[in-house]
C-alpha cells in the first residue's frame, strides 16, 4: 500500500482522535458539568435565532460563492447552486475526511461543464478569501472597543485599508475576473460575517447575557481562523481550546466561551443536515467520487478553456 492509500485510510479516524483530545482538553480546564448547566438553561427562542441567522449567513455565502463562479463563465440558478452548496456542507461536516464538501462541489462542476480544475479552484479560493477579508474587517472594528488590546486604533485601520488596497490591485493585475465586482462580493462577504456574528449575539444572549460583547465576537472571530487548519472534526475542538485561552487574554468568562463555541458547532451541524437528502433521497447530484476518480477527471483537463 503505498503513502497516499495509507493516508486516505487514516487521516479520518486520526482526525476524530485529534478532536477527542481536544476536547479532553478544554474539559481538563473548565468543569464540564458547568457548560451542560448553560445549556440546559437556556433560552431556546434566542438559540432558534441564532440558527435562523446563521443558516440565512449560509443562503447569502451560497450567493457569494455563485457570483465567483459566474466570474469564470458558469451560469446556472441561484437555486441550484444552493442545493448544490447544502450538499456540500453536509460533506463537509459529516466526511471530514475524503475530498470534503468543496473538493466534491469542484469535481462536479469539472465534470458538468468542462472547465478547467485550475479555474474552479481559484473561484472557490477568492471565495474563501473574500470571507478571511471580511472577517479582518469586522475584527478591526472591535479591536476598538476592546481596552485589552493596547495598540492606537489608527493602527488597525490603516492595516486594512492598504491591506485592502493591495489585495484589489493584485486582483486586478493578476485575475482580472474576480475584481470586476469586487465591492458588491464583498458586501456580500461582510453580509455573511455579520449574520454569523449576529448569531453569537443570539447565543450569548440566550443566556441573559449583559457585559461586553466584543470580546466575545473578537475572540470567536480570531478561533474561526485558527479553524482553518482543519485538525478537528468540523472545526470542533479546535475552535474551543482557542476560546478558553483567549478568556484568559480578554478577561471573558470561560465557562460561557467554550459553551457559545460548542453550541456554534452544533447550529453548523443542523444547518448542514438538510444536505442529506440530496445524498439519500434526490438523483439530482452524483454520488461521492472516490479520491482515485477525482484525480483521472484532473489528468484530463480541457485544451481549450
Known sequence: ???????NKVKIPLKVIVT????????????????????????????????????LSQVVSSWRLLSFLKAIGLEFSFWYNFR??????????????GIGGDGYKVYLLRK??????????LAFFFDRLSGLWAVGFISVVLIIFIPQIEIPATWPITALLLGTLIYFLVLRRFFTDFSRHFVRNHIKAGMVQS???????CILLSQDFD??????LFSFLMSSIVALINIGVA??????????????????????????????????????????????????????PSEEEVAHLKDEEPKNP
Not at 500500500?1 to 493516508?7: A, E, P, S
Not at 448553560?38 to 443558516?55: D, E, G, K, V
Not at 448544490?84 to 475526511?97: D, I, K, Q, R
Not at 449574520?195 to 449575539?201: A, D, K, N, P, T
Request: net charge positive; charged share 15%; hydrophobic share 55%.
Open 84 to 97: 448544490l452548496y447544502l450538499l456540500g456542507m453536509f460533506y463537509n461536516v459529516f466526511l471530514p475526511g
Open 195 to 201: 449574520l454569523q456574528i449576529l448569531s453569537v449575539i
Open 1 to 7: 500500500m503505498d503513502k497516499k492509500k495509507l493516508w
Open 112 to 121: 458538468k461543464f468542462k472547465l478547467p480544475t485550475k479555474r474552479l479552484l
Open 211 to 216: 457585559g461586553k460583547f466584543s470580546p466575545y
Open 20 to 55: 477527542g483530545l481536544l476536547i479532553y482538553y478544554v474539559f481538563q480546564k473548565i468543569d464540564f458539568n458547568q457548560v451542560k448547566q448553560l445549556f440546559l438553561t437556556s433560552n431556546m427562542w434566542f438559540i432558534l435565532l441564532a440558527f435562523c441567522s446563521y443558516f
Open 235 to 288: 472545526g470542533l475542538g479546535v475552535r474551543d481550546v482557542f476560546m478558553a485561552h483567549a478568556s484568559d487574554v480578554f478577561d471573558i468568562d470561560q465557562i460561557l466561551a467554550v459553551f457559545l463555541t460548542f453550541t456554534f458547532w452544533m447550529i453548523n451541524v443542523l444547518a448542514s443536515l438538510p444536505g442529506l437528502w440530496f445524498v439519500y433521497r434526490s438523483k439530482e447530484f452524483e454520488p461521492l
